[in-house]
């Protein structure tokens, strides 16, 4: 009776065997795909860590496109103040011909020197115009700068490869 039974424990444990070790085969496979969506997993996490790296030059760049900006902003107040007080010396110089006349209306032998009052009143207005035509040009130059810079760093941002150029997937 004790072989009986020894027999069968011995039969119920090779069909447990013969159960559980397809069991054990098909979880292989399934444990070799968790290994791999976990490669994939550190591997997306070193991208993220690498997109971070690469954001911070670009904020920075950011940051000093901006402070350029802010410089031709301010370049451009300085031009401005610059032409206001230019306009005041044109007007200044303006103002010059009244006075000429009132003296030649005065004095009837400075009629002869007219023409030189007029040639040295256009002349200072030619400087005046000139002193204007520089920082117009100056500034005009600073804001083309400013404006290729933010070309070129938009058609830079656009042209970087979303996955860093590391061929993952």
């Known amino acids: 009776m004790v072989v009986r039974l020894l027999g069968l424990v011995l039969g119920l444990l090779s069909l447990l065997i013969g159960v559980v070790s397809p069991l054990l085969r098909t979880l292989s496979p399934l444990i070799g795909l968790l290994r791999l969506i976990l490669r994939l997993l550190h591997l997306a996490l070193d991208l993220l860590h690498l997109t971070l790296r690469l954001l911070s030059p670009l904020i920075g760049l950011l940051r000093l496109t901006l402070r350029l900006l802010s ?70 130059r600073q804001l083309n700068e400013s404006a290729l810079v933010l070309v070129a760093l938009a058609l830079g941002s656009s042209l970087t490869p979303v996955d860093g150029g590391l061929g993952l997937l």
């Open 71 to 140: 410089l031709t902003l301010r370049l451009l107040q300085l031009v401005l103040g610059l032409l206001s007080l230019v306009l005041g010396l044109l007007s200044l110089v303006l103002g010059l011909p009244r006075l000429v006349l009132r003296l030649l209306s005065s004095t009837s032998s400075l009629l002869g020197s007219l023409p030189c009052v007029v040639g040295i009143l256009l002349g200072h207005t030619s400087l005046v115009l000139h002193a204007l035509q520089v920082p117009l040009q100056l500034v005009d």
